[in-house]
Each structure stands twice: as C-alpha cells, then as structure tokens.
C-alpha cells in the first residue's frame, strides 16, 4: 500500500465513523505534510495532533492580535479574553494527549483530545450569546475542530486495533 493510500484509506474511514468530519480535508490536511508520506497510523495521529497544536497556537495569536485592535466592543472583547484562555488550556492539552499516544495510552489521548476540542465550542457558544455578535475565528474554528476529530477518529482506530 502506498503512504497517500493509507492516508486516503485512514480519511475514508474516519469519515464513514464520524458525519462531521470532512475527507477531503483529512486528506489535504496531511498530504501537505511531508512526514506524513510512508508514516504509519500511530505516526499520522502524531503528525495530526502536531498540526492541532500548531493550528491552537495560531488562534492563540490571532486572539491577541485581535484583542489589542479597537473594532470590537466590551462584550466582544470578553469573548476573545475567554477563547484566548480556552485556547491557551488546549493547547497543553493536546501536549498531555502526545504524551498519552506516546506511552501507547490511547484512553488518556481521547479524553485529551476530547478536552480540547471543547475549547472551539465553548468559544463560538460565547459569541452566539448575544444576538447579532460576529464570530471573527469561524474558519480557525472551524480547522481546529476538524483536526480534532481526526486526531479522536484515528486513535480510535488505533485503539482497536491493539485490543
């Protein structure tokens, strides 16, 4: 089997698991890795977590740089504060969940990776709290919950795998 096949046959499955999460963006998300290439599964959670951390660290950055703009009201600027910090936790998380894949501990890397991915919900559910607030990290949201739901779909397979 080729390295993009079991990326594709990964993706595929993990899809067919989970209605929320997308193939193709499984797929594109960790052909654009090189590593990725000829890695096996536990090393495509890894890469996969990897990405998650990068992307956490990203809006982490994006929340300050927003935070420090003047375009946004009190409540707004609440909200940010709050994501910021949901965000900050989930990104010591996801550490704690490599941690976890590492030791072969794929129970422990599920409810790590479960834990951070509460972050997106609970930062989009802050803004939808107020009638007519824009949620300015819908896309960046909307990625890391993706990459989520890989990362929980794969140690799954994982896990049963080595039952």
Same mark, same amino acid.
Do not use: W
């Given at each position: 089997?080729? %390295? ?5 046959? %990964? /993706?595929?499955?993990?899809?067919? #698991? ?9 797929? #594109?998300?960790?052909? +654009? ?8 599964? $536990? ?12 992307? +956490?660290? #990203? ?9 420090? $703009? ?8 609440? /909200?940010?504060? =709050? /994501? ?11 550490? =704690? *969940?490599?941690? +976890? ?7 422990? *890397?599920?409810?790590?990776? %479960? &834990?951070?991915? =509460?972050? &997106?919900?609970? /930062? $989009? =559910? ?24 890989? &990362? ?12």
């Amino acid at each position: 089997m080729g %390295s993009n096949d079991l990326i594709r046959l %990964s /993706c595929k499955k993990a899809a067919a #698991s989970d209605p929320n999460l997308r193939y193709k963006f499984c797929v #594109s998300s960790l052909e +654009a890795i090189p590593q990725s290439h000829g890695a096996d599964l $536990e090393q495509l959670v890894a890469i996969t977590l990897n990405l998650t951390i990068s992307n +956490a660290t #990203s809006i982490t950055s994006t929340i300050s740089k927003l935070l420090v $703009e003047k375009q946004f009201d009190k409540y707004a600027k609440e /909200c940010l504060e =709050d /994501c910021l910090e949901l965000y900050s936790d989930a990104d010591l998380t996801l550490q =704690d *969940a490599v941690g +976890a894949l590492k030791a072969k501990d794929y129970g422990k *890397a599920n409810i790590e990776i %479960s &834990s951070a991915m =509460d972050a &997106s919900s609970t /930062c $989009e =559910d802050g803004f939808l709290e107020k009638k007519g607030e824009v949620y300015p990290l819908k896309r960046e949201n909307d990625h890391f919950c993706q990459l989520n739901i890989i &990362s929980l779909a794969f140690i799954n397979t994982l896990a049963q795998d080595h039952k």
